[in-house]
T-cell receptor
């Protein structure tokens, strides 16, 4: 079945440093979605990318969808303590399928003040 | 608009028992998905319902079942509980289903199930 891999699993950064997490799917995705889960909370939707090579920005966050629609990245510029949490990518397999949205295992962002 | 509501928040059961978890989606959302979250395996898809029909199913044993009612509320049942079923069970609703464009998942706070 479809697998979605995320690296790194954990990332420690100093406040103010940049952060990037990478997502790779074993199959082509019809779209890629990113979610953020704060410690003790539930995943919250951040953004959806649909087109090959698409780039979207939300303030300090930049999201990219690969040309082959099998990989994606999330880059945070100048991290702040409010960015702490786990970032998940998720995507439905292109062409239909019996699975729902497959999530990566997430990247835990830890920020040291 | 009220968010996704899951009850109960916490549950402690013993091996062999069964449990039913409840989820009320955001008003107007017709799709409800269920996920199991554990530290080791992350978010694993259980099943998705749309207008009372199971649309998608993950790779879980038959002990895990669910249903959706005409008001879109959903329940998940786990029978013959095992220690490994201890997890956070998350319900998420969406307007047209998780595979649809512009139909993101809205998660509830989850039910923390502990099996002893």
């Amino acid at each position: 079945g479809q697998q979605v891999m995320q690296i790194p699993q954990y990332q420690h950064v100093q406040e103010g440093e940049d952060f990037t997490t990478y997502c790779n799917s074993s199959t082509t995705l019809s779209n890629i979605q990113w979610y953020k889960q704060r410690p003790g909370g539930h995943p919250v939707f951040l953004i959806q990318l649909v087109k090959s090579g698409e780039v979207k920005k939300q303030k300090r966050l930049t999201f990219q969808f690969g040309e082959a629609k099998k990989n994606s990245s999330l880059h945070i510029t100048a991290t702040q303590t409010t960015d702490v949490g786990t970032y998940f990518c998720a995507g439905p397999e292109s062409g239909g399928g019996a699975d729902g949205l497959t999530f990566g295992k997430g990247t835990h962002l830890i920020i040291q003040p | 608009k009220a968010g996704v509501t899951q009850t109960p928040r916490y549950l402690i059961k013993t091996r062999g028992q069964q449990v039913t978890l409840s989820c009320s989606p955001i008003s107007g959302h017709r799709s409800v998905s269920w996920y199991q979250q554990t530290p080791g395996q992350g978010l694993q898809f259980l099943f998705e319902y749309f207008s009372e029909t199971q649309r998608n199913k993950g790779n879980f044993p038959g002990r895990f079942s669910g249903r959706q009612f005409s008001n879109s509320r959903s329940e998940m049942n786990v029978s013959t509980l095992e220690l490994g079923d201890s997890a956070l069970y998350l319900c998420a609703s969406s307007l047209q289903g998780s595979r649809s464009y512009n139909s993101p998942l809205h998660f509830g706070n989850g039910t923390r199930l502990t099996v002893t």
